[in-house]
C-alpha cells in the first residue's frame, strides 16, 4: 500500500512568490491533514479536512493561504504572497476512522519550503 | 499553555543501552491519546507507539515502552538496546478535541536523540 505522497519534496522561492504543495493521501482514508514545522519545533495544524470538508481551518492565515480537497481524495496548500517567516516543512497526513490503537495517523515526507 | 512539554533538547546514548525520553502533558480531558513519533533526518514522521489515557498497562511495542504515569501526566518513551538507526527526533503528541468535533494532534518541540558506537 502506497504511504502519503507529497510533491514537491524541495521548494525554494522568491518572497511574495506563490507556491503550491500538492498531497495523496492514502486509499480510503476520510480525513486529511495539513501540519507545518518550523525548525526546531513539532508540528503545527493547519487545516483538518473530513473528506472534501474543511472542519478545522481555525489555525491557517487566511490571508495568504489557501487549501483545497477536490473530491475528498488529493488536496492542495497554497501559498500567496510567500514571507520569509513561511519557510518550514509542510507535512500531509490521513488517517481513517476509528483509528486503532494510534496506528491511523500517517505521515507523508513533507515539503520543506525555503523562502529567500 | 504548552499542552505537550519534552525538556530535553538532546539526549546521547550508547549503542545497546536504553534511554528515557521525557513527556509531560497537560489537558482535563478525561480521554486522550498520546503518541511518539520518530522522525529521521528524511523528513517523515514515523508512529512508535500510543498509550490511551483508559489503557490500565504500559504500552509495549518492541523495543520501545511507554512509561504512562497518569497522576503525573507523565509519558515517557524508553527505548530499550538503542541501535545506531535510533538516531533522530523523537516527539511526543496528544490527541486532543478541535473545532467542529473533530480532533487534531498536539506536539512537543521534540528531542534529538543521538546514538554513539
Known amino acids: 500500500e502506497a504511504g502519503v505522497v507529497q510533491s514537491p519534496r524541495y521548494k525554494i522561492i522568491e518572497k511574495k512568490q506563490p507556491v503550491a504543495f500538492w498531497c495523496n493521501p492514502i486509499?480510503?482514508?476520510?480525513?486529511l491533514y495539513w501540519y507545518r514545522q518550523n525548525l526546531g519545533q513539532g508540528p503545527e495544524l493547519l487545516i483538518r479536512?473530513?473528506?472534501?470538508?474543511?472542519?478545522?481551518d481555525s489555525q491557517l492565515p487566511k490571508d495568504r493561504f489557501s487549501a483545497e480537497r477536490l473530491k475528498g481524495v488529493d488536496s492542495t496548500l497554497k501559498i500567496q504572497p510567500a514571507e520569509l517567516g513561511d519557510s518550514a516543512v509542510y507535512l500531509c497526513a490521513s488517517s481513517l476512522e476509528p483509528q486503532i490503537r494510534g496506528y491511523g495517523y500517517t505521515f507523508g515526507s513533507g515539503t520543506r519550503l525555503t523562502v529567500v | 499553555a504548552q499542552k505537550i512539554t519534552q525538556t530535553q533538547p538532546g539526549m546521547f546514548v550508547q549503542e545497546k543501552e536504553a534511554v528515557t525520553l521525557d513527556c509531560t502533558y497537560d489537558t482535563s480531558d478525561p480521554s486522550y491519546g498520546l503518541f511518539w513519533y520518530k522522525q529521521p533526518s528524511s523528513g517523515e514522521m514515523i508512529f512508535l507507539i500510543y498509550q490511551g489515557s483508559y489503557d490500565q498497562q504500559n504500552a509495549t511495542e518492541g523495543r520501545y515502552s511507554l512509561n504512562f504515569q497518569k497522576a503525573r501526566k507523565s509519558a515517557n518513551l524508553v527505548i530499550s538496546a538503542s541501535q545506531l538507526g535510533d538516531s533522530a527526533m523523537y516527539f511526543c503528541a496528544m490527541r486532543e478535541a478541535s473545532k467542529g468535533g473533530s480532533e487534531k494532534l498536539v506536539f512537543g518541540k521534540g528531542t534529538k536523540l543521538t546514538v554513539n558506537p
Open positions: 479536512y473530513e473528506n472534501e470538508e474543511a472542519v478545522d
Open positions: 486509499s480510503g482514508h476520510n480525513t
